[in-house]
């Protein structure tokens, strides 16, 4: 049960850390493609 737990609010916090991860990624393709 505590695991279901702490895998639900894992995958959460993993959400919640991979989306800005993903926008400075596509920010920094788009910058390297101007140059």
Known sequence: MIYL???TIGLRHMIYFILPLQRT???ASEGLRKL
Request: charged share 0%; glycine share 16%; net charge neutral.
């Open 25 to 27: 990624g596509m920010f």
């Open 5 to 7: 737990i702490l895998c």
